[in-house]
């Protein structure tokens, strides 16, 4: 139903889709490769394993990571790909020895603080709990939910598998140990104006059929893997019914004209942009 409904650039959707036929035999991936090469993951050391995440995470992470661990979904964590002032994000493998990222938030009381300001405000969230625990586990619950929204509008996002209190596994963007770079890694990425069709393709799509808007978009929050971009970093995308959408939205949009003006391609009017997506 809401597909029908969604008739935005269906034109443009298919060029996108002839022209990323095209790029196919093209060596950027190689290349690509090459230069994240020293970018590979640090494999944990089997025996320094529960020493590495007992000293970063709290008893009741351990517990649960440990109970994910022999009763799965989860075989293995191969090693850490992230460590971020919030969450860990590392590689691992499910039962079906199929990798996976699994991206845990760390309880902290800091963290929580701001994270209220986001799920106040949000109509999905009625209730929001004073325990710090509580609002950490939440907030991941909410990424796996924006996730699970914007999967399912057909959106470049990981596909979310599995949530449990703050821990997060979803889908794992990479080529086996190499996990794909950030956007912002990227020194001359190829098709630039077909990405910033694809990245504003995305805006407008979270928008309008995900009815979210992402928050924190940038080339920080950009994968970029098959010459495409997957978006990540979903936790703070609010609904549209949030009073802080718009600055978010506009936010987002300035971030990602900044990236692409400096590549040197000629910008649309973001403005109407803004408009075309809030549907004015
Ligand atoms: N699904 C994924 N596949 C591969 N790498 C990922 C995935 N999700 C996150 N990452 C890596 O982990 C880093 C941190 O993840 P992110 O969700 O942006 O958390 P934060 O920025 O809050 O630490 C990203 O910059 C990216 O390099
Ligand atoms: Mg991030």
């Not at 969230?125 to 990424?143: D, G, M, Q, R, Y």
């Not at 080339?219 to 893997?225: A, G, K, P, S």
């Not at 600055?247 to 004209?257: A, M, Q």
């Amino acid at each position: 139903m809401e597909n029908n409904e969604f008739s935005v650039d269906d034109d443009l959707d298919e060029e996108l889709n002839n022209k990323s036929n095209e790029k196919m035999d093209s060596n950027i991936d190689d290349l690509e490769k090459k230069k994240i090469d020293n970018k590979r993951i640090k494999k944990i050391d089997k025996t320094k394993k529960r020493a590495v995440i007992e000293s970063v995470f709290d008893e009741r992470t351990v517990f649960q990571l440990n109970k994910i661990l022999t009763n799965g979904p989860l075989e293995k964590i191969e090693g850490i790909i992230s460590a971020g002032k919030e969450a860990n994000v590392y590689l691992a493998y499910d039962q079906e020895s199929k990798e996976v990222a699994v991206k845990i938030y760390k309880i902290d009381s800091n963290t929580s603080k701001w994270m209220r300001n986001y799920i106040i405000g949000d109509p999905r969230f009625k209730k929001i709990p004073h325990n710090v625990t509580k609002i950490i586990n939440l907030w991941a619950s909410k990424e796996y939910k924006n996730l699970k929204r914007a999967f399912k509008a057909d959106l470049s996002v990981p596909e979310p598998f599995y949530i449990k209190n703050n821990i997060l596994i979803m889908e794992y963007i990479g080529f086996e140990t190499i996990p794909a770079p950030l956007l912002k890694d990227i020194k001359n990425p190829k098709d630039k104006i077909l990405l910033f069709n694809e990245i504003l393709m995305f805006i407008k799509r979270l928008y309008q059929k995900a009815k979210l808007v992402h928050g924190d978009l940038s080339e920080f929050n950009i994968l970029y893997h098959n010459q495409k971009p997957v978006i990540i970093d979903i936790s703070q995308a609010v609904s549209i019914q949030h009073p802080k959408a718009e600055v978010y939205l506009v936010r987002d949009i300035k971030n990602i004209f900044n990236y692409f003006e400096k590549l040197g391609i000629e910008m649309p009017d973001p403005r109407k942009f803004y408009y075309d997506v809030i549907n004015l």
